[in-house]
């Protein structure tokens, strides 16, 4: 039996293991150990996933689902999914519990199930390469993922059979796998600009302890960010040259966008980049449209370049926050494919004052980690030669509402986890008898202005004045980030626990059954990988 | 490699937690009071290494292992307030009242929101006052009735429609009705 380590990310997923000693990481169908997060539907029920997947992007754009980690854990009507909405081809609406769910061809899909059927995938693929079974696995997350996308995330490995030993923050995992501060103390930062979120982490490394000292990032800013710019250059030439916005054609669009993302690619090793697209549009009299294009690197930045500004802000708002300076730190981490970009690296070179490391891969880094955590979790580490400790912290403060539009912070952002801790309130009006705790997370002083996580209710009160029950509300997150509420009546001192209704999730049962259809599927041996 | 062997963490846990509130951080993290930072931190990291719930994943005995991840919490607690200055002050502060743990025990001077606030309707809101004494007393058939008069009220409430939902259920449920007991065929 082996364990995992799995990067899942927005736009490529990476598995490992550690095998005597050594990460290995296991390799798609096509030569390369990318597998890309894609899962599509055909009308018979039938799924294509990963390298399989990725060209009914064209095909089949409205069953092709890509990105759902940009999307998983959000509620359906949140700003992040509603962004999201714009640029997705295919389908989604809100289904039970604010949740949002794909329209698939055969029947709704919610996010962890899309994300579960791409979890069992890599598990299958792990399972060929190591001949061997697998059931656990360390999933990673970015570092600022809140509770409910690390709560969805860990129900999406249920769903695929996998026991999730931790969700680990991607960061700490590509620090682990750089193997730094053995018998020394060393301040690292961790530049994470991958296909949809970008994040900066800080940690000092000592002895094999790695502590957490800030987290800060744009879970809303990345490679997809640039292929959007550069979408925009293609479009308006492309506009110039037919009179016709490809944008406004859904097609036209999806191919420009993939022929945008390949050029921004050859611009990170090339100083520009030449070719001839066939097949964009259609014009007027039915004749095929085509873009023939020349695009210096220059050209690129200048579109980029207010992006890139953007996390080289996020840089010094995290150094701030850790009370640190940019001189301060003695190594930069390079991780996700973004960071190829020349001048993305040129611009992070600048900041810090020293040219950022970039030996390792820096899209297979997260899974390195992930997968000698996974090794340290379930053997014991017994075949590593140093065992890791992994201090993180809170990627925000958490506190819950009061009476008049406020916020009452409970637990500080970026305190170490795990963590507990307990406040007391009261009731606001005469004869309540009961009181309802919405939780939200972030710094505000006001509630709106934070992001509201669930809620939870505590009921049979004694009747009593305004102000005269207390209330012990406890939070607990634990190792994995992950938050439990608890609600005590002070009165009557019994304990009564209340459960949180997170919005935007899937029910116990809800998760259940999607497990359970899935080995199911499986089980009864439909082709997963088509042959061809 | 430091490390504890499976006897010596449970005869940790078994001298430590049961006098968890008693320590003082200080005590907690092995350091003499007004130590700096830096031997804070270093003494925090020599716990980590031993206490860290990660190094104890595959620990059968569940008892010990939750008794662990609090005393550790304590830990990481006792770390963050000691190498922040300003909550450092404050635990001094703490400590001379005789307290070891750095809270927030004064009540909050705000209450926690009513449930019924997000009601507007003064008809709709008494029908649900009704409706939750009702399912308070486990009657559920007098729930659903009060939530069904404070719907008609204020149709667009979904905290009133969640709570018909909740005791419509618990009257479908077998027993439920009224609370009496399942008839025996
Ligand atoms: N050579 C390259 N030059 C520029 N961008 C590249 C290059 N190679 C890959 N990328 C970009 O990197 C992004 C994918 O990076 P990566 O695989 O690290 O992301 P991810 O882990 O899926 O995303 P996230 O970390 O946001 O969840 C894509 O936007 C891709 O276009
Ligand atoms: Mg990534």
Known sequence: ?532 | MAGMSSEQLAAFVRQIFPRLDQLSYYDLLGVPSGSDQAVVRTAFYRLAADLHPDRHHTLADRELKEQLEMIYARVCEGYQVLTKPDKRAAYERALNQGKKRLTTTDRDSRGLQNPEDSIKHPEAKKFFRLGMISLGRKDWKGAVMSFSFARTYEPSSALVAQKLSEAQAALGKPGGAGGAPPKTP
């Open chain 1, 1 to 532: 039996m082996a364990v995992v380590g799995i990067d899942l990310g927005t736009t490529n997923s990476v598995v490992a293991t550690v095998r005597d000693g050594q990460v290995v990481v296991v390799p798609n169908s096509q030569e390369g150990y990318l597998h890309p997060s894609v899962v599509s539907f055909s009308p018979d029920g039938l799924k294509y996933f990963s390298v399989d997947a990725v060209a009914r992007r064209i095909l089949d754009p409205k069953n092709t689902v890509y990105s759902a980690k940009r999307l998983i854990g959000l509620p359906f009507r949140s700003d992040e999914v509603q962004k999201a909405l714009v640029r997705l081809p295919y389908e989604l609406r809100e289904g039970n519990n604010e949740q949002a769910v794909f329209i698939g061809p055969d029947r709704t899909y919610t996010i962890p199930e899309i994300s579960g059927l791409l979890l069992g995938y890599l598990r299958q693929c792990a399972e060929m390469f190591l001949s061997d079974s697998v059931n656990a696995a360390v999933i990673t997350v970015p570092a600022n993922f809140n509770d409910s996308q690390r709560r969805a995330t860990v129900d999406a490995g249920r769903i695929a059979g996998l026991d999730v030993l931790r969700v680990l923050n991607e960061p700490t995992a590509a620090a682990l796998a750089y193997g730094l501060g053995q018998n020394m103390s060393q301040r690292i930062a961790v530049y994470d600009f991958g296909g949809g979120t970008f994040d900066v982490t800080i940690l000092q490394v000592e002895n094999d302890v790695f502590e957490v000292l800030a987290t800060g990032g744009d879970t809303f800013l990345g490679g997809d960010d640039l292929d959007s710019a550069l979408l925009s250059i293609l479009a308006d030439l492309f506009n110039a040259e037919h009179g016709i916005d490809p944008r406004n054609d859904q097609a036209a669009r999806s191919r420009l966008l993939i022929a945008a993302e390949q050029v921004k690619r050859h611009l990170s090793d090339f100083p520009e980049a030449r070719g001839d697209l066939k097949n964009i549009a259609v014009g007027s009299s039915g004749e095929p449209l085509a873009l023939r294009f020349h695009i210096a690197r220059t050209v690129f930045e200048t579109a980029i370049r207010g992006l890139v500004g953007r996390t080289i802000q996020a840089c010094q708002d995290v150094l701030a926050s850790a009370q640190l300076a940019a001189s301060q730190i003695d190594e930069v981490i390079m991780v996700g494919g973004t960071t190829r970009v020349p001048m993305v690296r040129a611009e992070v070179e600048k900041y810090f004052g020293r040219p950022p490391r970039t030996d390792l891969n820096p899209d297979e880094v997260v899974a390195w980690g992930a997968a000698i955590q996974a090794e340290n979790l379930a053997n014991a580490g017994e075949s590593l030669p140093s065992r890791a400790v992994l201090l993180d912290v809170t990627p925000r403060a958490l506190g819950i509402a009061v009476t008049g539009g406020f916020a009452e912070r409970i637990i500080d952002r970026n305190v170490p986890v795990p963590v507990e801790q307990t406040r007391i309130f009261s009731t606001s009006a005469d004869n309540q008898t009961s009181v309802r705790i919405q939780v939200c997370q972030g710094e505000s002083r006001r509630f709106e202005e934070n992001v509201p996580l669930g809620e939870l209710e505590l009921a049979d009160l004694q009747a009593a004045r305004r102000g005269a029950v207390s209330i012990e509300v406890t939070f607990k997150v634990d190792t994995n980030g992950i938050l439990r509420v608890r609600a005590r009546d002070g009165a009557t001192g019994a304990v009564r626990e209340a459960a949180v209704n997170v919005r935007g999730a899937m029910s116990d049962s809800e998760v259940e059954e999607a497990a359970e259809r899935q080995k199911y599927r499986e089980a009864s041996n439909l082709p997963e990988v088509p042959q061809e």
